[in-house]
């Protein structure tokens, strides 16, 4: 019988955090006195965690976990659960308790309201870093400002969904995840809880700041072509100063015969075009790496040892 609750946690290198999460978890699933799943997804973690999951799940058959064939990133870690999962409710939560599990009955109770998403806002982070922070503010209110859509300002993954959700997010074939913009994407009634990021109990972030660019990079071009608008605007303006200056070169050597020899200028104006050329090249050059991940739909992840089967 399939659980009222799923639960997706990625794992990358978790060992210190994966039984207090667990048993945390498993007392608020226990306190809603609800049956449950826990879909642990291994992303290639170079330590004990996956001894450390099928040490659980030898104790506890609502334990599922899937093993990727390497680090294949957060998002697809997410991904990969997410296409597995069985549950009427399903919960993303990171493992590093930077989410405080407890927050699951909060997000429950709103979601038996009629919200079909439940996302945790952060209101406050801790032991992170400045830079980190300031990234990541800066970040959600740039993309706020430039898509269409209402992806919510300091959100993660960690959230409630309903099955529907799911079942839509499994539909999306896009290579680029970025789950918080798609699920905004989809629809029906969102809603959010408010709380305090923890630090991260033990271990390091998996998230390194080469890993959040691309997050960051994925997550505007799946949702917005303004930089591409920009590029052609930036054509368009260059283009038109171009223009006019070279009217006035044409002026200077017929007409008024007062010209010198411009390197200057010269120099300048090759600088400037060919400045604004290799930025616009570099933005279609983001879409079109894209495209091309697209169009070679290659399989997303690549599972190895696991306890569960696609539901
Ligand atoms: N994670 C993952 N694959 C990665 C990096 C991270 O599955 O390549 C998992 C990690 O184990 C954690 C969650 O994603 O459960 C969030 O990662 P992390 O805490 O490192 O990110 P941060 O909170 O620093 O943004
Ligand atoms: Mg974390």
Known sequence: MNPEFSIIIPIYNEQENIHKLYDRLKSV?????VSHEFVFVND???????????ELAAKDSSVHYINLSRNFGHQIAVTAGI????????VIIDADLQDPPELIAEMYAKMKEGFEVVYAKRKSRKG????????????????ASITSIDIPVDTGDFRLMDRKIVDVLRSMPEQQKFLRGQISWIGFNQTYVEYNRDERHGGETGYTYKKMLRFALDGITSFSN??????????FVVSGITFI?????????????????????LILAV??????QLITI????????????????RPLYIMGENNIEKS
């Open 29 to 33: 699933m226990n306190g809603m006195n």
């Open 44 to 54: 290639g973690s170079r330590d004990r965690s996956m001894i450390l999951i099928k």
């Open 83 to 90: 296409d597995h999962v069985r549950g009427k409710a399903i």
């Open 128 to 143: 992170e870093s400045a830079l980190k922070k300031l990234t990541a503010k800066w970040f959600y209110r740039i993309l």
């Open 226 to 235: 303004l930089p591409l608008k920009f590029a052609t605007a930036a054509g």
């Open 245 to 265: 200056v070279i009217l006035y070169a044409l002026y200077a050597r017929f007409i008024s015969k007062d010209f010198v020899p411009g390197w200057t200028s």
């Open 271 to 276: 600088l400037f075009i060919g400045g604004v």
């Open 282 to 297: 570099g933005i279609i050059g983001e879409y079109i790496s894209r495209l091309s991940a697209n169009v070679r739909n």
